[in-house]
């Protein structure tokens, strides 16, 4: 069975930095459209990044020039930087894959990971 696992949230005040991880088993990521989305309480899930087979990059316009997605088809996992954190980057983090390599429909989800940013 597909997992994606994610790692690396936690609290830290605005500013910082925290580094997401997403491991994927039972999967192979290098030839899937990778993303990243996040869910705050009482809202909807938005997208915050995703990268294709290619290595193409998108974000989101509220993480523009913060947020970094990579990943590394060697270790089967998916990172997503994230600097000068704000507290409405406060949200569940969720890795997801797309099999179609689109970046539009994500098929597989992992259970997320928390982000606390502090003012």
């Known amino acids: 069975q597909v997992q994606l696992v994610e790692s690396g949230g936690g609290s830290v005040q605005a500013g910082g930095s925290l580094r997401l991880s997403c491991a994927a088993s039972?999967?192979?990521?290098?030839?899937?459209?990778m993303g990243w989305f996040r869910q705050a309480p009482g809202k909807e899930r938005e997208g915050v990044a995703a990268?294709?087979?290619?290595?193409?990059?998108t974000y989101a316009s509220p993480v523009k020039g913060r947020f970094t997605i990579s990943r590394d088809n060697a270790k089967n996992t998916v990172y997503l930087q994230m600097n000068s954190l704000k507290p409405e980057d406060t949200a569940m983090y969720y890795c997801?894959?797309?099999?179609?390599?689109?970046?539009?429909?994500?098929?597989?989800w992992g259970q997320g990971t928390q982000v606390t940013v502090s003012s």
């Open positions: 990268i294709d087979s290619a290595g193409t990059s």
């Open positions: 039972k999967l192979t990521v290098s030839p899937y459209c």
């Open positions: 997801a894959a797309d099999l179609t390599n689109m970046c539009a429909v994500f098929g597989y």
